[in-house]
Structures are given as C-alpha cells and as structure tokens.
C-alpha cells in the first residue's frame, strides 16, 4: 500500500531535521585531553571536535609525535564510540571522559573534556657543521648503508653498481656492475666483499680489486613458490651477510623463508632451515646460536651445530631490523611500534617501549653496555638502558632514522631521510647530526639541499667511521663525508 505524499513529505522532512541536529550538535563537540599509557611511559593525547557545515571534524594533539593540531577529517562516531583508524586509536565517551585503547598494542587511553593545546614550539637551530671532507657522485640511489674496512669504503647502489671509495679524500678504487639493484649492506672481510643483491643472490667480490668470485642463489623457487616477490618492507630493507670468522660460514636470512649458512670460501650452501617468513634484516651470532627476526614478528633461535631451535617468540609487528643481544636479553624494534626487551633464553617478554605510532626500524648499537637507537617517525635517537628498557637520553634528530647511530668516544653520529609523499602527517627531514653521548646535545647538523619532486632524501641508512670520517650515502645518489670532530 503507497503512503500518503504528505506522510512521504514529513518522513523526508524529519530525517532532514534529524540530520540538521546531528551536524549542529554531538555530545562530543570540544576538546578532550588526557594521557596514552603505555609499559615503559606514558604521553599527552588530545581529540578536538570541531562543528563545521561539513560536519564533525577531529583534530589529534600528540606533541610527543610532533602533532600540535592535526586534521584528520570527518569524526567517525558510532554509539558513543569514536575511532580513528589510521591510528588504532578507539574511545567511548562516558559522560565528560573518553576510555579507550590506542595502537596495534592497544595500549590504554583515557582522555577528560575540557583544555587547551599548546602551540608547536620553534623550529630550533643547530650548530652548524664542520665543512665537508669530500663528496663523491655515486650515479644512482644508495638505500644500503656504507660499510668500511683498511681506510676503503664500500656501498652498493640501485643501478646494480658496487663501489669501492677511499675514505681519505673520495676517490674510486674500483667499481662493479652487476645484473641486479643492490639495497643492503655488505661484509667486508680481509680478502672479500659479500653482499644480497635484488634477487636475494648472495654475491661474493675479490676485496682489492672488485672481481666476482661467485654468486649463489639464494630464494629457492620450488620452495617459495615462485620467483623473489617485490620488496615489501616500503622503505627497502634488506637482508646482508654475517660471517662466523672462526669457522669462516656466512649466515643469512632469504625471501624464501629460509636460514641459510655457506661456506664463505666456496659458497657452497651447508644447510637451509625452513623459518616462518620472509626474513629481510641480518641476523645475530649469539653463542652457539643464529638469532634472525622475520617478517611475521617471528625471533628466531637456532642452534648452529645442530639446526634445531632454541627459541621463538612472536612479537606484535613485521621485523627488518636486525635483533641485538645484550646480556641476556635480545633487543629489537618492531612494526607494532613497540621496542622489545625478550629475555634469553626463556623468549618471555622482558620489557617493551613504546614509540607511540612509529615504527622502529633501525637496529641499536651495543657500546659500553648502552643502547643507542633511532626512531623512523618518533624522529628521536635514544639512548637506553638494555636490562629494563628505560630512556637514559632522547633528542629530535628532526628525520626519519631508520639507520643504526655510530658511536664514537664522546659522540653518537645518525643520519636521517627525509620524507615528502602525500599524506605524511610528521615533517621529516634529511641530514647528518653529532650528539653529546652523554647528554644527547646536539654537536652540529648537516641539511642538504631539499630535492625537489622526490619521495625520500637524505640518508635511509646507517653511517660509517672511517679514517677519522663520518661517512653517509643518500638517497640522492651522493657519497658525503664529514671529520667526526
């Protein structure tokens, strides 16, 4: 049976009203401030809901990631409940508070109405550097980090080139073109080069003159599955060799799931054992164990002699950053935005520090019984206690670290990428930066030149000490060095 039109009419015309009143009012209309909890700390969240003739809108306050009001758009509110995605971030309103959970950890939230936001706070200005040493034109983008061996620095470069640079003025000792881009770090020993090209072939160079010695496959097809698959990982992690010295064996991780060891003199392949993922960061030589962090959030513990496991524990997020030990704990950072403490050789859960939304990318570099880390969005380099956790120091280093800091006698060196692609709510920017070891203070900063039009500049990967230098490879193609004053 049709309904009368003028009952058709007032149907219309109360949704109408009902969604007039929806837009002019909602119960959570104004600021909310509170705190995010997390294991190690806790920070400063603020929602702000904004009445507009597009309807309600939110702003995030999360001066601890840089964000002093930060549109996200349209407010998603159901029942009471509130939600913003790209975050994790969930709340329900309960009269004048908000409780909810915040990140992959769902780590608790609870935010009261009523405040204000601070202001974001000057831009600081750093001491400026030292003048270069040299810079050296390498042709093509270098994602890998430098390593360094008897004064010569080696990096490899997306065009399939590997380079090998003196440290003391920039000039080329040699230079060798392979069939595929090179992305990660190479090991240096005293005779060879070994480094993982594109289609994770394990490749091994004569040291002093660049010649190949040999290349070994090392993604089994019939195992995978298929042919190595596109990087994953976004920002071009990848795996490197780790040599056993005394036994002269390589061990490392493959995008075919596999753990691998060869011999370093022959590249024959000694075993593969089969891990749960991907593995795209190097592994560590703890003892008699092969420790390697796979891309599922799997850390993985077997022994050498044997190949049988001696842990495994999931962590919450994908891992491309190699684990570290440090007495009985192994360290390392994960995409669920948590810094894990995992204690040897139990894989219980010692400690875990939040980075808030930040992945942590970057391996820590164990000197003196400290940490020191660096931090993707956080954009800080730390440095930590390794038995529980605890910050000791933190600084804005101003970049995406996605590297591991160098730490000399009295100084932590880091080099940072910046980032320009739509949609980046953090301002990241490129550069060299000294810090006090002590303190974190900050020594000098090198900027380079922005790069117009690009996605990334700056350096994605870690420095290098070499010949009283401080050497970096930038995205941008350009090997820069600067004295480690």
């Given at each position: 049976m049709?309904r009368?039109?003028?009952?058709?009419?007032?149907?219309l015309?109360a949704a109408?009203?009902?969604?007039?009143?929806?837009?002019?009012?909602?119960?959570?209309e104004g600021?909310?401030?509170?705190?995010?909890?997390?294991?190690n700390t806790?920070?400063?969240?603020?929602?702000?809901?904004?009445r507009?003739?597009k309807?309600?809108?939110v702003?995030?306050?999360?001066?601890?990631?840089?964000?002093?009001?930060v549109n996200?758009?349209?407010?998603?509110?159901?029942?009471?409940?509130?939600a913003?995605?790209?975050?994790?971030?969930?709340?329900?309103r309960?009269g004048?508070m908000?409780?909810?959970?915040?990140a992959?950890?769902?780590?608790?939230?609870?935010l009261?109405?009523?405040?204000?936001?601070?202001?974001?706070?000057?831009?600081?200005?750093?001491?400026?550097?030292?003048?270069?040493?040299?810079?050296?034109?390498?042709?093509a983008?270098?994602?890998?980090?430098?390593?360094?061996?008897?004064?010569?620095v080696?990096?490899?470069?997306t065009d399939?080139?590997?380079?090998?640079?003196?440290?003391a003025?920039?000039s080329?000792?040699?230079?060798w073109?392979g069939?595929?881009?090179?992305w990660g770090?190479?090991?240096?020993t005293?005779?060879?080069?070994?480094?993982?090209?594109e289609?994770?072939?394990l490749?091994?160079?004569?040291r002093?003159?660049?010649?190949?010695?040999?290349?070994?496959?090392l993604?089994?097809e019939?195992?995978?599955?298929?042919?190595?698959?596109?990087n994953?990982?976004?920002n071009?992690?990848?795996?490197?060799?780790?040599?056993?010295?005394?036994?002269?064996?390589?061990?490392?991780?493959?995008?075919d799931?596999?753990?691998?060891?060869?011999?370093?003199r022959?590249?024959?392949?000694?075993?593969?054992?089969?891990?749960?993922?991907?593995?795209y960061?190097?592994?560590a030589?703890?003892g008699?164990?092969?420790?390697?962090?796979?891309?599922?959030?799997t850390?993985?513990?077997?022994?050498r002699?044997?190949?049988k496991?001696?842990?495994?524990?999931?962590?919450?997020?994908?891992?491309?950053s190699?684990p570290?030990v440090?007495?009985?704990?192994?360290?390392?950072?994960?995409r669920?935005?948590?810094?894990?403490?995992v204690e040897?050789?139990?894989g219980?859960?010692?400690?875990?520090d939040?980075?808030w939304?930040?992945w942590?990318?970057?391996?820590?570099?164990?000197?003196?019984?400290t940490?020191?880390?660096?931090?993707?969005?956080?954009?800080r380099v730390?440095?930590?206690?390794?038995?529980?956790?605890?910050?000791?120091w933190?600084t804005?280093?101003?970049?995406l670290?996605?590297?591991?800091?160098?730490?000399?006698?009295?100084t932590?060196?880091a080099?940072?990428?910046?980032?320009n692609?739509a949609g980046?709510?953090?301002?990241?920017?490129?550069?060299i930066i000294?810090?006090?070891?002590?303190?974190?203070?900050?020594?000098?900063?090198?900027?380079?030149?922005?790069?117009?039009?690009?996605d990334?500049?700056?350096?994605a990967?870690?420095?290098?000490?070499?010949?009283?230098k401080?050497i970096?490879?930038?995205?941008?193609?350009?090997?820069?060095?600067f004295?480690?004053?």
């Amino acid at each position: 049976m049709r309904r009368p039109p003028r009952l058709i009419f007032a149907g219309l015309l109360a949704a109408l009203l009902n969604v007039a009143a929806l837009a002019e009012s909602s119960p959570f209309e104004g600021i909310w401030l509170g705190e995010i909890v997390a294991p190690n700390t806790r920070t400063t969240l603020g929602l702000a809901f904004t009445r507009t003739e597009k309807g309600l809108l939110v702003s995030l306050y999360l001066p601890d990631m840089f964000l002093y009001s930060v549109n996200f758009g349209p407010a998603e509110i159901r029942d009471d409940t509130f939600a913003l995605e790209p975050l994790n971030l969930t709340v329900k309103r309960t009269g004048d508070m908000l409780t909810g959970t915040f990140a992959i950890a769902k780590l608790p939230v609870e935010l009261h109405r009523g405040g204000t936001f601070a202001p974001a706070p000057a831009a600081p200005e750093f001491p400026a550097p030292p003048a270069p040493a040299w810079s050296h034109a390498l042709g093509a983008p270098a994602w890998a980090s430098p390593t360094a061996l008897d004064g010569i620095v080696y990096v490899g470069t997306t065009d399939g080139k590997f380079h090998a640079i003196h440290a003391a003025d920039g000039s080329e000792l040699w230079t060798w073109t392979g069939p595929n881009p090179l992305w990660g770090e190479a090991l240096a020993t005293d005779d060879a080069i070994f480094f993982i090209d594109e289609r994770t072939d394990l490749v091994r160079l004569d040291r002093a003159t660049g010649a190949l010695k040999w290349r070994v496959p090392l993604h089994d097809e019939k195992l995978a599955g298929g042919p190595p698959p596109k990087n994953e990982t976004f920002n071009h992690r990848a795996t490197a060799p780790v040599l056993d010295a005394k036994k002269s064996i390589l061990y490392v991780g493959s995008t075919d799931g596999g753990l691998y060891a060869i011999r370093a003199r022959s590249g024959k392949i000694l075993w593969r054992h089969a891990a749960p993922a991907k593995i795209y960061a190097p592994v560590a030589l703890h003892g008699d164990d092969v420790i390697a962090a796979c891309f599922d959030g799997t850390v993985l513990a077997l022994d050498r002699r044997t190949q049988k496991e001696t842990l495994r524990a999931k962590l919450g997020g994908s891992l491309v950053s190699a684990p570290v030990v440090a007495g009985d704990r192994i360290v390392i950072g994960s995409r669920d935005y948590l810094l894990y403490g995992v204690e040897l050789p139990s894989g219980a859960i010692a400690w875990r520090d939040s980075y808030w939304f930040s992945w942590i990318e970057s391996t820590p570099r164990l000197v003196d019984g400290t940490l020191y880390i660096g931090g993707s969005d956080f954009r800080r380099v730390s440095a930590l206690d390794p038995a529980n956790g605890r910050t000791l120091w933190a600084t804005d280093v101003r970049g995406l670290t996605w590297g591991s800091p160098v730490v000399t006698a009295d100084t932590v060196f880091a080099g940072t990428a910046g980032q320009n692609m739509a949609g980046t709510v953090i301002q990241h920017t490129s550069g060299i930066i000294a810090l006090d070891r002590k303190t974190g203070a900050v020594k000098w900063r090198y900027a380079p030149p922005a790069v117009a039009g690009a996605d990334f500049s700056g350096c994605a990967g870690s420095l290098v000490f070499a010949d009283g230098k401080i050497i970096g490879a930038s995205v941008g193609g350009t090997l820069i060095a600067f004295p480690a004053l």
